[in-house]
Structures are given as structure tokens and as C-alpha cells.
């Protein structure tokens, strides 16, 4: 079992950056694939982008591709979610999730189990 936390949320100009962190507590964190998924003011909550155990491999959504970065660092039990080109669109509360089981390449929410309570970016324009 891992409990997610969100940190680093704010507020931001229109094309400036901000990075997330979401640090994890529990045992064996580079067994995890790691996601991000957001949810905007009256809409459902979708995929942003997903790491592999190790690191090395990435996947974003198209709306992000490009501007966001996923990153970990296993031996901190962290992950990262660096937002360059930053659009008042991309206001949401962004969540860090966690699964053993999936693939990295899982975008679909219910296929990961641990979630973390969010975290606001308000992009102004």
C-alpha cells in the first residue's frame, strides 16, 4: 500500500511554468507506475500523462504533449509533473496515482488503486 501526497500547486501566469510534486510513503515505490490525471471546474477527470517503474519511459496526453514532463526519482519515493506553457485551460486540481498492476501505459482512472488528495493550479491569462 502507498498514501500520495501533492505539493507545489498554485497560482500562474499564462506561459509560465510550475512543477508538482507527489511524494509517496510505503514500501517498494519503484514497483508503482506512477500517473497524473486532473480535473477541471465542472468537468470529468482525465488523463495528463504516466511514468514507468524505472523511469525511463513516458506518456502524455495530446493536450499536454510537449509542454509537460513527468519525471521520478525512486530513491526520494517521488514523482514530478514539470508544467512549461502553462494555459488558463490547464486549471484543474491535478492528482498523482498509483498503481502495482497496470502498465504504465494505463490511462484509465480505475485502473489505479491509490490516489492523492490534489492539488489546485489556477492559470490566469
Known amino acids: 500500500q502507498v498514501q500520495l501526497v501533492e505539493s507545489g500547486g498554485g497560482l500562474v501566469q499564462a506561459e509560465g511554468s510550475l512543477r508538482l510534486s507527489c511524494a509517496a510513503s510505503g514500501r517498494m515505490f519503484s514497483s508503482y507506475a506512477m500517473a497524473w490525471f486532473r480535473q477541471a471546474p465542472g468537468k470529468e477527470r482525465e488523463f495528463v500523462g504516466t511514468?514507468?517503474?524505472?523511469?525511463?519511459?513516458?506518456n502524455y496526453a495530446d493536450s499536454v504533449k510537449g509542454r509537460f514532463t513527468i519525471s521520478r526519482d525512486n530513491t526520494k519515493n517521488a514523482v514530478y509533473l514539470q508544467m512549461n506553457s502553462l494555459k488558463p485551460e490547464d486549471t484543474a486540481v491535478y492528482y498523482c496515482?498509483?498503481?502495482?498492476?497496470?502498465?504504465?501505459?494505463?490511462?484509465?482512472?480505475?485502473?489505479?488503486?491509490?490516489w492523492g488528495q490534489g492539488a489546485q493550479i489556477f492559470v490566469s491569462s
Open positions: 511514468i514507468s517503474r524505472g523511469g525511463s519511459a513516458t
Open positions: 496515482a498509483a498503481s502495482r498492476r497496470a502498465p504504465y501505459t494505463a490511462v484509465a482512472e480505475h485502473e489505479y488503486n491509490y
